[in-house]
């Protein structure tokens, strides 16, 4: 259910008050359904899991004053044991509290995969960082093993998979990016490609699909904005404004509040390193964003009064909803 809609239809509130009307929801039960979360924690869940931080903070600050003497091969072998450890215990977890239907159960083996995942990344880096490797070759032996196994566990995982394989994927473009020394106009072309794929990923509903999408998005802004360089003409602010403008049509389109708020300072901030670069008077770059803004107030109202006059129902639509007390 969307929290928030740019379109032109009736609330949630409204919407069960046309229930409790057409008799298909009694006024308690339509008051329950209101003040009922949409997202619902346990605390019991929260408490565990910031335990369990406090816990491994513990755990590295003991270990890293108990080791910091020690070999790089000592720590790495190390932490191969503990992220044994912690995955085999975390897939028991799994399995076992997949059977019993129990989801928290799951949600903390999930969590315990992530961070054994990380320990044995962490492990692999070190051993291969011991045989003269360059960064960028590390990055890619850890990562596309990570991307693989990623999408074979996505579709038995809640979040773990979604998450690492987020990772994994930025990790091999950077490697990529690096070992290709591509400079920074197609630097910024291919990390905004590799957003896109991630992007487009969430489209297709994974689990968890937050992940993908608010790092793909992310990473579309800021990696198309590394075109502008201060050195850099007009004509290159045009990249980085096309992809902002198309996410902020995305976003009005469906209802995606957290892209519209990124999208829309981004397409602001564009339009405004344009008009300045491309205009040397001040005052004729300030009445081009005004004209533009105005543009895009008017395409705003045309868009709302056309969506209401091809769906007269919504217009009649009345509210009875009174606050439960």
């Known amino acids: 259910m969307a929290l928030v809609s740019f379109q032109d239809r009736t609330s949630f509130g409204e919407e069960l008050d046309r229930l409790v009307v057409a008799g298909r929801l009694t006024r308690a039960e339509a008051d329950d359904l ?3 979360p949409r997202v619902f924690v346990p605390l019991r869940e929260v408490i565990g899991y ?47 509290f997949s059977r ?10 999930e969590v315990l995969e992530l961070l054994g995942s990380g320990a044995l990344a962490a492990a692999v880096a070190i051993t291969l960082n011991e045989q003269g490797l360059r960064g960028e070759h590390i990055a890619l032996w850890i990562a596309a093993p990570g991307l693989v196994w990623s999408f074979i566990r996505l579709e038995r995982s809640m979040f773990a998979a979604t998450i690492a394989s987020c990772a994994a994927w930025i990790a091999v473009i950077a490697a990529s990016v690096s070992l290709l020394d591509a400079g920074d ?44 360089g201060a050195d850099r003409s007009a004509w290159f602010t ?34 405004g390193i344009l008009v300045g670069r491309a205009i040397d008077s001040d005052v004729v770059s300030g009445l081009v964003v005004t004209a533009v803004g105005a543009l ?16 007269p129902t919504s217009s009649s639509s009345v509210s009875i909803r009174t606050s439960p007390s």
């Open 34 to 36: 209101e003040i009922a």
């Open 50 to 96: 910031l335990g369990g931080l406090v816990v491994l903070v513990g755990v590295v600050w003991t270990t890293s004053a108990a080791l910091q003497d020690a070999s790089p091969m000592s720590i790495a072998a190390l932490l191969y044991i503990a992220a044994a450890i912690v995955v085999s215990l975390s897939f028991w977890m799994q399995v076992r």
């Open 100 to 109: 019993a239907d129990n989801i928290l159960g799951r949600r903390g083996g």
């Open 185 to 228: 106009t197609w630097s910024a072309v291919i990390f905004t490609l590799g957003g896109f794929v991630l992007f487009a990923f969430s489209l297709s509903e994974p689990p968890f699909s937050f992940a993908p999408h608010s790092v793909g998005v992310l990473t579309m802004i800021f990696a198309s904005n590394g075109i502008n």
């Open 238 to 271: 045009l990249f980085p404004l096309a992809v902002a403008g198309l996410l902020f049509l995305y976003a009005t389109a469906g209802a995606r509040v957290e892209v519209l708020l990124v999208a829309g300072v981004a397409v602001t901030a564009d339009v």
């Open 296 to 311: 895009m107030l008017a395409a705003s109202v045309y868009t709302v009064t056309s969506s209401r006059r091809s769906s």
